[in-house]
């Protein structure tokens, strides 16, 4: 298994969950059937907007895609940036 750093998470305007890594492109992720996509232009793994599934489920199907198609483990570091994360869901996933 290999890691890389989350460089930044986030909720886009239109409510969907993204994750930056640092240095892994995970273009192909759609192969792993979840909704999961890889944006190349902003090298971004992002989530459908949260409906059905919260914010904080969306990050663990980010985690979890990453992990079963690419047997990648992405980390939170103390340098990870957070973009209009509320501190209850920032504190859920410190604790993923």
Request: contains cysteine.
């Amino acid at each position: 298994m290999t890691t890389d750093k989350i460089v930044e998470i986030g909720i886009d305007e239109q409510g969907k969950v993204f994750v930056k890594p640092e240095t892994k492109i995970f273009e192909f992720i759609w192969r792993d059937a979840s909704a999961i996509r890889w944006d190349e232009t902003k090298k971004i793994l992002y989530s459908p907007k949260a409906g059905e599934l919260t914010h904080y489920d969306w990050y663990r199907e980010i985690l979890l895609a990453t992990k079963g198609e690419y047997g990648c483990q992405l980390i939170l570091t103390e340098k990870t940036q957070w973009t209009n994360i509320p501190d209850d869901l920032r504190r859920l996933i410190t604790l993923y």
